[in-house]
């Protein structure tokens, strides 16, 4: 007979959503409990009026062929006084996020901090999407990335598509 064995690892408590209104001719600046951070530059979201911002931290993540999500997903919504969603920036503007990591949790998947990549999900092709320009701070364990619009973000790694070496003979 075969036996499987589980062993229940204890899950990491998700920081709870933070949300911030602020007047949008200020810089914004909201930050979760576990160093997630959406830095919005004056104007960038709307002229005038106020602009709300949450970070909601989630275990929502579909992963797709190709890749892996290693790390807390993220629903960045920001909304004008009005309650409507603001998806994009205003032309030429960028906000900045920043995603942390746990370096041995990503050790313990088997990934590398050279391996991962922040992204965000696009709905309108059901899969991640890399970010551009981003920088990875080895020293913090966090990902800075900068964005022109919001969505659900997430650090992204390569699924291991390599096939297991032939056994020796």
């Given at each position: 007979?075969?036996?499987?064995?589980?062993?229940?690892?204890?899950?990491?408590?998700?920081?709870?959503?933070?949300?911030?209104?602020?007047?949008?001719?200020?810089?914004?600046?909201?930050?979760?409990?576990?160093?997630a951070r959406?830095?919005?530059?004056?104007?960038?979201?709307?002229?005038?009026?106020?602009?709300?911002?949450?970070?909601?931290?989630?275990?929502?993540?579909?992963?797709?062929?190709?890749?892996?999500?290693?790390?807390?997903?993220?629903?960045?919504?920001?909304?004008?006084?009005?309650?409507?969603?603001?998806?994009?920036?205003?032309?030429?503007?960028?906000?900045?996020?920043?995603?942390?990591?746990?370096?041995?949790?990503?050790?313990?998947?088997?990934?590398?901090?050279?391996?991962?990549?922040?992204?965000?999900?696009?709905?309108?092709?059901?899969?991640w999407v890399?970010?551009?320009?981003?920088?990875?701070?080895?020293?913090?364990?966090v990902v800075?990335?900068?964005?022109?619009?919001?969505?659900?973000?997430?650090?992204?790694?390569?699924?291991?598509?390599?096939?297991?070496?032939?056994?020796?003979?």
């Amino acid at each position: 007979p075969i036996q499987l064995m589980l062993d229940k690892k204890e899950e990491a408590k998700l920081a709870d959503a933070v949300t911030v209104t602020q007047s949008a001719t200020e810089n914004i600046i909201v930050r979760a409990e576990d160093g997630a951070r959406v830095s919005l530059p004056p104007a960038s979201a709307s002229l005038d009026g106020t602009v709300n911002i949450e970070i909601k931290p989630t275990v929502e993540a579909p992963s797709r062929e190709g890749s892996r999500v290693v790390s807390t997903v993220y629903d960045i919504t920001v909304r004008d006084d009005e309650g409507n969603a603001i998806s994009d920036l205003r032309e030429g503007a960028e906000a900045e996020i920043i995603l942390p990591y746990n370096e041995q949790e990503l050790q313990a998947q088997g990934v590398s901090e050279d391996a991962i990549m922040p992204s965000f999900f696009d709905e309108t092709i059901n899969a991640w999407v890399t970010i551009e320009n981003y920088t990875i701070d080895k020293d913090k364990n966090v990902v800075i990335a900068r964005i022109k619009h919001f969505t659900r973000f997430a650090i992204i790694a390569a699924a291991d598509v390599t096939p297991p070496a032939p056994p020796a003979s």
